[in-house]
C-alpha cells in the first residue's frame, strides 16, 4: 500500500504527502483534545464531558463556567502547550544531535533552567513571577554554554550530547548545592517546583506560551526541509544548498527556547521530550524528524498523564512530573537495551 501521495497545484507547485503521518496526526490531536475534555471534567466537583463541551461552547451555567474556564481549563491548555513545546523541541535536538538520546532532559537543559529557578527561590526569596523568569533564564544560559563549548568548526551531534551530559551533572551538583544552603521553607518549595506539576497554573501561564508557539512553531516547520536534509550529513547538506551552520543554529534556539518556557511555565517535567519524538516515529514509520507528530504526541502525552495523576492514585494526587519520570524512565532503559542490541552504542 502506497502511503505518499503527491498533491499538485496551479502554477507547477506540487505537495509530497506522507497519508500514515497526516493519519497519525489526526488521532493524536483527537486524543489530545479527547484527553483535555476528560481532564477539565476531573475533579471534586466532576462534570461529564457533554457538559463540559457546552461549557466551552459557552452554554454552561454559571458554577460550570467558573469552573471550567477559570480554574481547569487554563491548567490543561498550560499541560498542552508544555507537552507541545516539549515534543516539538526533543524532535528538534534529536535530529539536530541525529541521536535517540539527544534530548533536553540528557542535554541539561531542565537542569539549567532548575537552577535558575532554584537561584531565584534560595538566594532571593522570588515570586512565583520571578521564579519563572530565572528558570527561563537559566535554561537560555545553559543552551548557550552548551553550544558554545560543544562548537569546533561546527556542532556535531555527539560532541553535543557529550558536553550536555557533563554540563548536566555540574548544574545537577550546583542545584544540590543550592538546596542545601536554603531554609527549610524554600527547600520544600523548590523540590516542589523541581517536581514538575500542572498545579495552580492560570492564564498568566498560558499568555506566554502561546506566543512564543505561534512564533516557533511556523518558524521550525518553515525549516523542517533543510534539517531533514542535514540527517544525510553536512556536506550532503551544503551540496543540496542548504546553509547547515545557519539552519542548525537557528532551530537549536528555537528548542532551547521552546524548552526553558516549559520548564519555566511547568517545573522540569521529565522524559515528555524524549520519548515523544520516538513514539511518534513509530507510528508514522516515517524517516524525517516528524516535527508536527512529536508535537501532537507531546501534547497528548502530558494531558494524559495529568489525568493518570489525579485520577490513578486514589485520593492522592502526585504531581504529573512524577508519572511522566516513572514512564519515560523504563521507556529510557528499553530504548538503550535496544540500542545496545543494534549495536549503536
Known amino acids: 500500500m502506497k502511503t505518499n501521495r503527491v498533491l499538485r497545484a496551479p502554477g507547477g507547485i506540487s505537495l509530497r504527502l506522507d497519508v500514515r503521518a497526516v493519519t497519525v496526526v489526526v488521532v493524536l490531536l483527537f486524543a489530545a483534545i479527547a484527553a483535555s475534555v476528560v481532564l477539565i471534567g476531573t475533579g471534586d466537583f466532576p462534570i461529564s464531558a457533554g457538559d463540559v463541551v457546552r461549557t466551552l461552547a459557552g452554554n454552561g451555567n454559571a458554577g460550570q463556567e467558573f469552573i471550567v474556564n477559570e480554574l481547569r481549563l487554563p491548567r490543561v491548555l498550560v499541560g498542552l502547550l508544555v507537552g507541545a513545546s516539549l515534543g516539538l523541541g526533543g524532535a528538534l535536538f534529536q535530529a539536530v544531535t541525529r541521536n535517540p538520546l539527544g534530548s533536553p532532559d540528557v542535554l541539561g537543559l531542565g537542569q539549567g533552567a532548575t537552577a535558575g529557578a532554584l537561584t531565584m527561590i534560595v538566594l532571593f526569596s522570588g515570586s512565583a513571577a520571578q521564579v519563572t523568569m530565572g528558570a527561563l533564564?537559566?535554561?537560555?544560559?545553559?543552551?548557550?554554554?552548551?553550544?558554545?563549548?560543544?562548537?569546533?568548526?561546527?556542532?556535531?551531534?555527539?560532541?553535543?550530547?557529550?558536553?550536555?551530559?557533563?554540563?548536566?551533572?555540574?548544574?545537577t551538583a550546583i542545584n544540590g548545592y543550592l538546596l542545601t544552603v536554603s531554609d527549610i521553607v524554600d527547600a520544600a518549595r523548590a523540590v516542589v517546583w523541581m517536581t514538575g506539576s500542572l498545579n495552580g497554573r492560570d492564564w498568566d501561564q498560558v499568555r506566554p506560551l502561546l506566543g512564543l508557539c505561534a512564533v516557533l512553531v511556523p518558524l521550525v516547520l518553515a525549516n523542517a526541509r533543510g534539517l531533514r536534509m542535514m540527517e544525510m550529513g553536512d556536506d550532503v547538506s551544503n551540496a543540496l544548498g542548504v546553509r547547515v551552520e545557519r539552519v542548525r543554529a537557528l532551530l537549536m534556539v528555537a528548542a532551547v527556547l521552546l524548552t526553558a518556557t516549559a520548564t519555566a511555565a511547568a517545573g522540569p517535567v521529565g522524559f515528555v521530550a524524549l520519548t515523544a519524538p520516538q513514539l511518534a516515529r513509530r507510528l508514522t514509520r516515517s524517516p524525517g524528524p516528524n516535527l508536527l507528530p512529536s508535537l501532537c504526541m507531546g501534547a497528548a502525552l502530558l494531558v494524559t498523564a495529568d489525568w493518570a495523576s489525579q485520577r490513578a492514585f486514589g485520593a492522592d494526587q502526585l504531581p504529573v512530573g512524577v508519572v511522566t519520570g516513572v514512564l519515560g524512565g523504563v521507556y529510557l532503559l528499553w530504548l538503550l537495551v535496544t540500542e545496545r542490541k543494534a549495536g549503536r552504542i
Open 137 to 171: 533564564v537559566g535554561g537560555l544560559v545553559t543552551g548557550l554554554a552548551i553550544y558554545l563549548l560543544a562548537w569546533k568548526r561546527g556542532v556535531h551531534g555527539y560532541r553535543l550530547v557529550l558536553v550536555g551530559i557533563g554540563v548536566s551533572a555540574i548544574v
